[in-house]
Nanobody, 124 residues
Framework: QVQLVESGGGLVQPGGSLRLSCAAS????????MGWYRQAPGKQRELVAR???????NYADSVKGRFTIFTENAKNTVYLQMNSLKPEDTAVYYC??????????????????WGQGTLVTVSS
């Protein structure tokens, strides 16, 4: 009932940049926060960056100063600008949104949605 569609992943050399985007659509009532998580092979999924509806942000220590999260389109689209990429940034990146949506019964229900993931590979 709410879809998150990601784009922007790919192959980049160390030191390069990429911008990921994630657009939320559907029966959204309100979004409290959107974020980016990543999962590298053999590792657990971890928070990369998160932004709340009042534009408060938090970042993983490993990406501070290199990555920037921001929103547009009435805050239903979230971006992750990734600069100075390192091989250890290689992972599948997932978009996440939490808040509320209108279900088909007309009730307001809790939203906890994930995107399909986009692969970022940092390699020379």
């Amino acid at each position: 009932q709410v879809q998150l569609v990601e784009s922007g992943g790919g192959l980049v050399q160390p030191g390069g940049s990429l911008r990921l985007s994630c657009a939320a659509s559907g029966r959204i009532f309100s979004i409290n926060a959107m974020g980016w998580y990543r999962q590298a092979p053999g590792k657990q999924r971890e928070l990369v960056a998160r932004i709340t509806s009042d534009d408060s942000t938090n970042y993983a220590d490993s990406v501070k100063g290199r990555f920037t999260i921001f929103t547009e389109n009435a805050k239903n689209t979230v971006y992750l600008q990734m600069n100075s990429l390192k091989p250890e940034d290689t992972a599948v990146y997932y978009c996440h949104a939490d808040g509320y949506y209108n279900n088909y019964r007309g009730d307001i229900a809790a939203l906890d949605a994930w995107g399909q993931g986009t692969l970022v590979t940092v390699s020379s």
